[in-house]
């Protein structure tokens, strides 16, 4: 299409000099007898030629303009690492830096999404470690034997970029968007008193409480279910061709705080009622439990901001 756009504006070009030429050797010839061609006609016939030209021009250009389109998107980016509250992390997005536009690459956006369940027992064998063989003593001989943490969050994020496409500066960023989750935290509470005693005796707001026998056993959990807007910055640290580190930091602002529970089991469980040990009145006892715990939650109710620290790799194509 091109060869043949140049080749019609030479003819443009080159056609009043071969008129004249071909009429001139005519004339010489006495061969043959040629229309001379008039002034109007000269250009009519040059007009052609430049809206034939033009119409090639444009063809080429829209056959361009759609190629570009349907390109394979540059800027498209994968990461995946670690959440330290939501366990294995990826998300996938877009962030082009290479556009000519001011705005247009200073922004990205990013599907993002963690779950614990692939590295559970990591994390829990993690959790264990720490707690050590003895556990965590908590007073009055119990202590927290052993804990178990299952969390996930989704989030829709936008990504902008102060500095554009600097060195350096360039990759650090703000980040706001929307996220949901939900965390769970769970710990066996576990009790032995080592004495004579034939009974494992405690107290809850004042209430007296006995294990026939000399041990206890209960579990706590924190169950945190959260939605809300999200806000925070990160970094990405080029490595080489297109690879990078990612960080990011921030908090969920939701109005879902934390919800804590006490699981006492209640089989060989006795309460002392002034005088004597007799069997326990659940109801009651769940009233004491909601009543110790009451001072813990109203804490935790205000706690409003789900943080958030993710570490990882990313590839931007």
């Known amino acids: 299409m091109k060869k043949l756009s140049i080749i019609a504006l030479l003819s443009i070009i080159a056609l009043p000099g071969f008129a004249e030429t071909a009429q001139s050797d005519a004339s010489k010839s006495d061969m043959v007898v040629e229309h001379k061609l008039t002034d109007a006609e000269k250009i009519k016939l040059k007009q052609e030629f430049k809206d ?6 444009k063809q080429e250009y829209a056959a361009a303009k759609h190629s570009e389109k349907i390109a394979f998107p540059h800027g498209v980016q994968i990461g995946a690492g670690i959440s330290a509250t939501g366990g294995l992390n990826g998300f996938i997005g877009y962030a082009n830096k290479e556009f000519d536009s001011f705005w247009a690459k200073r922004f990205g956006v990013r599907l993002d999404f963690a779950t614990t369940k692939p590295i559970k027992s990591l994390i829990n064998d993690g959790i264990d470690t720490v707690m050590g063989d003895d556990g965590i003593d908590i007073g009055d001989n119990l202590t927290i034997a052993d804990g178990e943490m299952d969390a ?14 600097s060195w350096l500066l360039g990759g ?9 989750g939900d965390m769970d935290m769970s710990a066996n509470i576990a009790g032995t008193f080592d004495g004579l005693s034939d009974r494992y005796e405690f107290e809850l ?3 007296k409480y ?3 026998g000399n041990s206890v056993h209960g579990s706590a959990d924190l169950d945190w279910k959260y ?3 999200y806000l925070g910055t990160g970094f990405d640290i080029g490595l080489f061709a297109g690879l990078k580190i990612y960080v990011d930091a921030g ?11 006490l699981d006492i089991p209640t089989g060989n469980l006795q309460q002392y009622n002034g005088t004597t040990w007799e069997t326990v009145d659940v109801p009651e006892l769940n009233t004491v439990i909601n009543e110790t715990l009451s001072d813990a939650q109203s804490e935790l109710d205000d706690l409003k901001f789900y943080p958030m620290v993710k570490l990882g790799f990313m590839y931007r194509f």
């Open 152 to 165: 996930s969050h989704f989030a829709a994020l936008v990504d902008f970029y102060p500095f554009g496409d």
């Open 205 to 207: 707001s004042g209430q």
């Open 172 to 180: 650090w960023r703000i980040t706001g968007g929307y996220a949901f």
């Open 210 to 212: 006995a294990y026939t």
């Open 227 to 229: 939605r809300g807007p």
């Open 251 to 261: 908090v969920v602002f939701t109005n879902k705080s934390a919800e804590l529970s």
């Open 52 to 57: 034939e030209i033009k119409s090639e021009l």
